[in-house]
């Protein structure tokens, strides 16, 4: 586990203008920087980065995030793979925190090792005739096996030798190249194969896939799972066709390693194969963060038809209203290699476009053996339709497939969420609390701005201020944050039974303005893209992405302070009016003296908040 304290510093060392420029050309625009967005098709430049605030926002399509955020988005890396490839570049190393689940941690030798096999495999080729027929007679030209790094690995028990300075280094046992048996025997586990780099996001290579020439089982071996691979985390081809895979807003994803370099030499570049396992979860959501439309292709055969309902049941979770998954079944004569040889480039994309959709797929698998005639093959619809549509989680795409299973089965929606007794998507509307009890939504936005701007601020919210709404609590969240991490004081969010009821336990002398002098300067400083990257993921996400768009919008160049002080004194005059209306709800006969000592006291602060300082 990465420590929190180590994102935070790694944020602060980052500079994000140069961590995106490594992937895009930015143009200096103002305090701010520009380009056309990778994340969607734009003619006129959108995408805004703050080099001051170290935080991107689109006003295109929304895309907004840190440094981590943006490798994270461009790459497809996960969290931890990002933060390791950041801190790599400034040449720090990530610690970890202790933990109950292992901890893997790769030595570098270890990719040398593998990018030693590959050179040796890419030289072998070059030096074997009846392995360059082969790839010819598939179709392959040099220039497409350059690109994926394609060799051979020859039909001799210990080839490895000559690629390696010590055959019995032990790390060639721990990367799989090398099976040690009986007494400690070594050979190699690839001869006579075809032998293709499997290559992570960041150019790593981390494993091989070979393909036997003739005859021969199996027809693919690949390397077992080692340190530096997982096979549930890892696609093959996808470091080649990111570029491609971003321009087109699709990716196909297939069987095996030659259906993705045929179709790369067919210009059909943005094709990924599983690695000899089952689409996981995990593939699903590391494409969904690269493209909008991701299309399974599978052989039409049984095997074929298997992977894809797999496929599928391991997609439903990862479904984002507004992407798109599609499943298309080649003839079962076909896989995509011989199919867009055959047919061509334009009859392949064709079929693409008209690829079956994850809901027609759905639904037609769920139907295909009920009778939906008689009673029993409706329950037995609803019965199997269950688990698989209460784990979709995108409301709008959970919605309508609830309207169709329960139209087909003869049912309405809410017997249907009532039966499987599951919470409703679409929940009646709730009337809005009348205004007068809601702080003012703009005040509220304004003071998240100044949070964002200076996180460290909301050190100054006085205890117990509970605001209201998704702004009012992000507001709570940051100075919660921000409060654990000054040693665990009371948060904001420890809720009081009431505001009102509770006011007289609060310190509510607003602070004034000495408090605030020399937070530029403070050690502790906490930067907005470090709060940023700490709200990812959470239901305060939302509130802060407006919030910096906002920024972008308007320009940084408003007093942060004197807004912030003018919105404390608004607060503390709030509080002061609340204990004020509790105090009068009691009539003056119904106060003790205290009270009445209270109010005057409440009084008399309240006119010098109203009355403008000299």
Not at 40 to 51: A, G, I, L, N, Y
Not at 369 to 397: C, F, H, M, W, Y
Not at 434 to 455: E, G, I, N
Request: glycine share 8%; net charge negative.
């Amino acid at each position: 586990m990465i420590p929190k304290s180590f994102i935070q510093d790694l944020l602060n060392r980052l500079d994000i203008v140069d961590v995106i420029e490594r992937y895009l050309p930015l143009k200096k625009a103002g305090a701010n920087y520009v380009a056309c967005c990778p994340f969607h098709t734009e003619k006129s430049p959108s995408f805004t980065v703050s080099q001051s605030k170290q935080f991107y926002h689109c006003f295109g399509c929304g895309a907004h995030g840190t440094a981590i955020g943006f490798v994270m988005e461009h790459t497809g890396m996960g969290f931890v793979e990002a933060v390791e490839d950041l801190a790599k570049s400034i040449g720090v190393t990530v610690p970890q925190e202790a933990s109950n689940l292992p901890q893997h941690k790769v030595a570098p030798d270890l990719y040398d090792l593998m990018q030693s096999a590959t050179r040796y495999y890419r030289e072998q080729l070059k030096q074997t005739p009846r392995a360059i027929d082969y790839l010819k007679r598939r179709g392959l030209s040099g220039e497409v096996a350059a690109r994926f790094g394609i060799g051979y690995a020859p039909d001799d028990w210990q080839n490895l030798k000559a690629a390696v300075p010590n055959y019995q280094d032990a790390s060639l046992v721990e990367t799989g190249m090398v099976i040690e048996g009986e007494g400690g025997k070594r050979y190699d586990r690839f001869r006579d194969r075809i032998m293709f780099p499997i290559v992570n996001v960041r150019g790593n290579v981390i494993g091989f896939g070979g393909r036997v020439l003739d005859k021969g089982e199996p027809k693919y071996l690949n390397s077992p799972e080692t340190p530096l691979f997982e096979k549930g985390h890892e696609l093959y081809g996808l470091f080649q066709a990111q570029k491609a895979i971003r321009a087109h807003q699709r990716v196909i994803v297939v069987e095996g390693y030659m259906d993705v370099v045929a179709l790369a030499q067919n210009g059909v570049e943005y094709a990924v194969a599983t690695l000899g396992t089952a689409t996981t979860p995990y593939h699903v959501q590391k494409l969904l963060r690269l493209c909008d439309q991701v299309v399974f292709c599978f052989d039409g055969d049984r095997a074929g038809q298997k992977a894809a309902w797999r496929a599928l049941e391991n997609a439903l979770p990862q479904l984002q209203d507004g992407k798109r998954l599609g499943f298309l079944f080649l003839p079962e004569e076909h896989d995509p290699d011989t199919y867009i040889r055959e047919f061509g480039t334009e009859a392949f994309e064709h079929e693409l476009d008209n690829s079956l959709p994850l809901s027609g797929y759905l639904l037609r698998e769920l139907t295909a053996e009920v009778d939906l005639k008689t009673q029993e093959g409706r329950s037995a619809l609803l019965k199997n339709a269950q688990p698989l549509l209460t784990a979709i989680t995108a409301p709008t795409t959970a919605l309508l497939l609830r309207k169709e299973v329960a139209a087909l089965a003869g049912v309405t929606q809410a017997e249907l969420e009532a039966l499987w007794a599951i919470k409703p998507v679409a929940a009646p509307a709730r009337p809005a609390p009348p205004k007068a009890k809601r702080a003012a939504p703009s005040s509220l936005r304004t003071l998240l701005r100044c949070l964002v701007m200076k996180p460290e601020l909301a050190r100054e919210l006085p205890r117990g201020f509970q605001p209201e709404g998704s702004d009012g609590a992000a507001i709570a969240a940051i100075a919660d944050w921000l409060r654990e991490g000054d040693g665990g004081a009371i948060g904001l969010t420890e809720r009081s039974a009431s505001l009102r009821a509770d006011t007289a336990s609060v310190p509510l002398g607003y602070p004034p303005a000495s408090p605030l002098r020399g937070l530029h300067e403070s050690a502790d400083e906490t930067s907005a893209a470090a709060m940023i990257q700490h709200f990812q993921g959470t239901a305060h996400q939302q509130a802060l992405n407006a919030a910096q768009g906002e920024i972008m919008h308007l320009g940084e160049d408003f007093d942060v302070q004197s807004d912030f002080l003018g919105l404390l004194r608004n607060i503390r005059r709030d509080a002061i009016e609340a204990e004020m209306s509790a105090l009068l709800a009691k009539g003056l006969g119904g106060m003790s003296l205290a009270e009445r000592d209270r109010h005057e006291q409440l009084k008399k602060e309240l006119q010098q908040i109203k009355t403008p300082a000299a």
